[in-house]
């Protein structure tokens, strides 16, 4: 789930723990019935790792507010963690500007608490939200059905009654008259960067009668399936997230809209954008009406342009309760919403909001049948950046335009084919590359708003709710084009460009070269980042050497560890091998190959008269399996020494292991098989990683069979599920059924004679010798495939090639490094684009025919966010200096990066300043045992194919970036700053390196490449 960049919910990572909790718990028992109790410190251990896990699995909103109900001249900005940004903005700007705005009140977050937990539904939520599809949209409707019956089935607590009724009544004597009110959504993480704009529900023209039906139909919309989809691609759980409810007067509004302080989002900062309608807001909002536009020069406030819509209905509060759809007055139908002077009072209103708020703001507006306006709703305004070459639209031979003008609702290029809708539901799938073509703007399109590649609409405005969602996911929008659906064709090929307004017909390459990737909220989410931390305690393996003194039970610090352990600990048991035996049931394996085995013979196994042995050698081995595996692992063309030259002299693969931070031997541990005449059941430890190889060759065909499962090692992440690439390509050649999860390899192949089985652990020997330091080299797919190819041809020794065209002196990890001539010179090329993480359509093909879909999966998150090519400076190290580089972001869709690695220890803790032509922002990150944190964070514009001199300075514990010789960021660590420099990109960044230069006390020295 974590690294499959898909959406998840913690409910269910919840239930898929329990399954592996109670494994690792029905281990601990285990070891020890089979040990007397002699490790009983291991049940305390996993309780405490479980209890650390469980507080992670249950996220509770936590908020100093803990009024049931309180009006708004009571809630101040420092409330929202109780109230919701919606309420606390519109109260500040009441209470602390004097803008006009409504009086109400707010049901806060614990009254929300208190709901769920006087009905006692918070536990069935939890069971119905555990069985969501986060892939299925009817999977997710029907849990928000069940789930918001749950809330209408509810009652209103009497506390919680009272406190709304009597609010409602202090309302009205403060309004006099008799009272109507719009319930609307306030919740928490509402209105930020998360605006969730129409994915709850607002209640209008209500009165006191059905205000608590109306409360209740709020809260049942953080369940809606909207809303579930739209948390789930944030990131965000339900718990941290609780419904509060604004309650405000309806205002009677004669026109209503919505006001952007940053522009037009396409003619830039400098003007402000009114959208008007006649009537109430929801029409413009909902994306079901086309406003008139009003264009205010922020300097005076001078109108600059205006766009006048013909409005035939408009949307009015019903007496009788509720809205309804009325026709507009012929002679109004035509005319302005709003006239020249409440335009201009509106942007004066609106730049009082973005000052106070240090940001541009959009802002929902109405004005009265008495001509007063009303603020209703102020929050950030989300301005995707502009393509620097856009203009005016051009012309591309070969793609006549398809459609032209319309609102540009959020920026950007999008290539893919037409998804044509005719209702305002969104599906239940979506095409592979799919553009939404539809009549209206339709809020209910976000839910499947990150697997859209863009959206065209006839009807609709940027200031609706689905525009401000696509400018938050960075999906291009075009709406308002009045034609869409006619002219363009389901499945037709299209490249939109939003800057322009233009629709081509094809693909433009020239504009999908300037693309620019969506964004994906999930990654760096809260409930991402409790699943880092959830898999902190899970996944990482600290126990690899047995001998070491912690290898223990109160040295196991996750579940891995406890797995190890047991697993280590039950063999010893059942080999009898513990320092306390005396007579030992297993025999050890003497040989010349890097490997402590023992062998226990089940019958068989072994030549007759050994039983009075501790020690044998391979030739007396009668064990037909083991014989065979045996052959190969000692093929002739296998050294053990090292595929990748291994050796506490090697550098490269020092830097490859956070785990080798020393040069010491490399763990390993004792390796254990149980043996018949006919069988085999190895488990294997290679260094850092293990394979257990479970095998039957005997004189039944149908009963022979062979499994292997393969995980760990020393390199990175990527690094290990490369290999297991290349074990699952080579294993399917060999006839294995084969699955690959993650670095996880589990293959089985049955039904063969036993010389074809013979033949195939011969085979498996040589594959598991040859790769065992594979992860710590491999770099990208293309490796994948020449090394399954150079199995097939007996080589063995993988990696002894370099390149007529590799980087010398530096040791390169990842990508696809070389020396070119650039600008007549000699320089270090990073080429992003041959690491396979590109946004083709082909990409999937190759990738499923590779290393199949499992890996896959993983691979569409690393190439956003976790592959990190270096190239390290051999024998050079800075401890106190200087250290610089010229760089050029040339291309790159996911990202455009480089950076001046220093402070290098391993690849897994470093220093690295970097610039980034996409984001157009210097960052300071430093990587602490292969996880990323941003230390210190500039925005600062970077050009593509623009040269920058990027240089560190380090002294006395401090750090000092610069650019061109500016000095940009400081950062200040007790952490020790000396190591190897070297040059740094990301995923599939194109860029050149030139001129790396190291200046110390003593010397200044250019490194070459």
């Known amino acids: 789930m974590y690294y499959g960049g898909r959406p998840f919910t913690l409910d269910f990572a919840c239930s898929r723990y329990g399954g592996l909790a109670e494994a690792v718990l029905g281990a601990v028992y285990n070891l020890q019935a089979l040990s007397t109790g ?191 989809a739209y948390r789930l691609q944030y990131g965000l759980d339900d718990r941290e997230t609780p419904m509060c409810a604004l309650v405000l007067p309806m205002v009677n509004a004669r026109a209503s809209g919505v006001v952007y302080t940053s522009g037009s989002l396409v003619t830039g900062a400098e003007a402000i954008k009114i959208s008007a309608i006649r009537g109430l807001g929801e029409h413009l909002v909902g994306g079901s009406a086309s406003p008139d536009t009003f264009l205010l020069n922020k300097e005076d ?84 950046k502009a393509d620097e070459e856009a203009d005016a639209p051009k012309d591309f031979a070969g793609h006549p335009v398809l459609l032209s003008g319309g609102s540009a609702a959020s920026r950007g290029i999008a290539t893919g084919r037409v998804f044509l809708l005719n209702d305002a539901s969104a599906p239940d799938s979506i095409p592979e590359n799919a553009i939404l073509v539809a009549k209206t703007a339709s809020s209910d399109y976000a839910r499947v708003i990150s697997s859209l590649k863009g959206i065209i609409t006839d009807v609709g405005s940027a200031a609706s709710h689905l525009s401000s969602v696509a400018r938050e996911f960075g999906v291009p929008a075009l ?136 020690t044998v050698t391979p030739d007396r081995i009668e064990s037909v399996p083991l014989k065979a595996l045996w052959k190969g692992m000692t093929h002739p063309g296998i050294s053990w020494e090292g595929t990748v030259n291994f050796s506490p002299n090697n550098i490269f693969t020092l830097l490859s292991s956070s785990a080798l931070s020393e040069f010491g031997e490399m763990p390993g541990g004792v390796s254990y098989a149980m043996i018949s005449s006919d069988y085999l059941n190895l488990s294997a430890k290679f260094g850092y990683h293990f394979a257990t190889i479970d095998a039957l060759c005997g004189d039944t065909n149908t009963q022979n069979y062979v499994s292997i ?61 040859s790769s065992r330091l594979l992860d710590m080299a491999l770099s990208n797919q293309d490796d994948v495939v020449r090394l399954t190819e150079s199995f097939f041809q007996e080589k063995y020794d993988f990696l002894a090639e370099e390149r ?80 610089s580089v010229r760089m050029k972001c040339i291309s790159g869709n996911i990202d455009r990066a480089g950076g001046l690695a220093f402070g290098l220890r391993n690849v897994g803790n470093y220093f690295v300043l970097r610039i980034n032509a996409l984001e157009d922002n210097i960052i300071l990150f430093e990587y602490v045992n292969g996880e990323r944190f941003s230390r210190v964070k500039i925005d600062h514009p970077i050009q593509s194919n623009t040269w920058y001199r990027i240089s560190v300075e380090i002294k006395e514990g401090t750090v000092r970036g610069y650019l061109d010789d500016k000095a940009v960021v400081e950062y200040a660590t007790d952490k020790p700053l000396a190591g190897f420099i070297g040059l740094w990109t990301k995923a599939d960044s194109v860029t050149w390196f030139d001129e790396l230069i190291l200046t110390s006390e003593d010397e200044t020295k250019s490194i070459s490449f």
């Not at 009082?352 to 008495?370: G, N, S, Y």
């Not at 063999?571 to 010349?592: N, P, Y």
């Not at 890996?855 to 592959?867: C, G, I, R, S, W």
């Open 38 to 228: 002699r490790y009983e410190g291991l049940e305390k251990v996993f309780a405490e790792i479980d209890g650390a896990v469980a507080r992670e699995f249950d996220p509770q909103h936590r908020s100093s507010v803990t009024d049931l109900v309180l009006p708004l001249s009571s809630v101040t900005l420092q409330m929202k963690d109780g109230t919701g940004a919606k309420a606390a903005n519109l109260a500040a700007l009441k209470n602390e500007l004097g803008l006009p705005a409504p009086d109400g009140f707010v049901v806060t977050a614990a009254a929300f608490t208190m709901f769920l937990e006087e009905n006692g539904i918070s536990v069935p939520l939890r069971q119905i939200l555990s069985r969501i599809d986060p892939l299925s949209y009817s999977n997710m409707g029907i849990a928000g059905v069940e789930a918001q019956a749950l809330i209408d089935k509810a009652t209103v607590p009497e506390p919680l009654r009272k406190a709304i009724l009597s609010a409602f009544d202090a309302l009205t004597k403060k309004t006099g008259g008799r009272l109507r009110v719009a319930v609307r959504s306030s919740a928490i993480g509402e209105d930020t960067e998360a605006t969730f704009a129409g994915q709850y529900t607002s209640v209008l023209n209500v009165d006191r009668e059905n205000i608590l039906d109306a409360y209740k139909t709020v809260l049942a919309s953080n369940y809606s399936a909207k809303a579930i």
């Open 301 to 384: 406030l001078q109108i600059v342009s205006c766009d006048t819509r013909k409005k035939d209905f408009q949307l009015l509060s019903d007496a009788a309760g509720g809205v309804k759809l009325a026709a507009v007055a012929q002679q109004e139908q035509e005319t302005p919403s709003i006239g020249d002077a409440t335009a201009a009072e509106l942007g004066r209103l609106s730049l009082a909001l973005e000052r106070f708020f240090h940001h541009p703001q959009d802002i929902e507006w109405a004005l009265d049948d008495q001509d007063r306006l009303f603020i209703l709703q102020s929050r950030p305004l989300i301005i995707p």
């Open 479 to 614: 709406l308002d084009t009045k034609t869409a659906t006619s002219v363009l064709l389901e499945g037709e090929m299209i490249t939109l460009f939003a800057d322009t307004k233009t629709v081509y017909q094809g693909h433009v390459e020239e504009l999908a070269k300037r693309a620019r990737p969506a964004k994906k909220p999930l990654f760096n989410s809260p409930v991402h980042g409790r699943m880092r931390r959830i898999l902190d305690r899970i996944s990482p393996l600290n126990l690899t050497d047995p001998e070491a003194e912690n290898f223990s039970p109160h040295g196991c610090m996750t579940l891995h560890d406890i797995i190890r352990f047991t697993h280590e600990q039950a063999m010893q048991e059942m080999f009898s091998i513990t320092d306390d035996a005396k007579e030992g049931r297993s025999v050890e394996l003497t040989t010349t190959i890097p490997m402590n085995i023992r062998l226990i013979d089940i019958g068989g196994g072994l030549q007759t008269g050994l039983t009075t042995c501790t």
């Open 709 to 769: 499962q393969f995980a760990g090692g020393a390199g990175s992440y990527y690094g290990k599920t490369l290999r297991v690439a290349f074990l699952g390509n080579v294993l399917k050649k060999l006839g294995f059924q084969v699955s690959l999860k993650g670095d996880l390899l589990e293959a089985t192949l049955v039904g063969l004679d036993c010389p074809s089985i013979d033949g195939v652990l011969d085979r498996l020997g040589r594959l598991l010798a």
């Open 804 to 883: 007529e065209d590799s980087l010398r002196n530096f040791y390169t990890h990842g990508g696809h490094w070389m020396r070119a001539e650039e600008d007549g010179r000699t320089c270090a090329f990073q080429d992003g684009s041959r690491a396979g993480f590109t946004l083709s359509s082909g990409v999937a093909g190759v990738m499923n025919r590779l290393v199949g879909p499992a890996l896959q999966d993983f691979l569409d998150n690393v190439k956003a966010y976790y592959y990190f090519p270096l190239a390290i400076a051999r024998d050079v190290r800075l401890e106190a200096g200087k250290a």
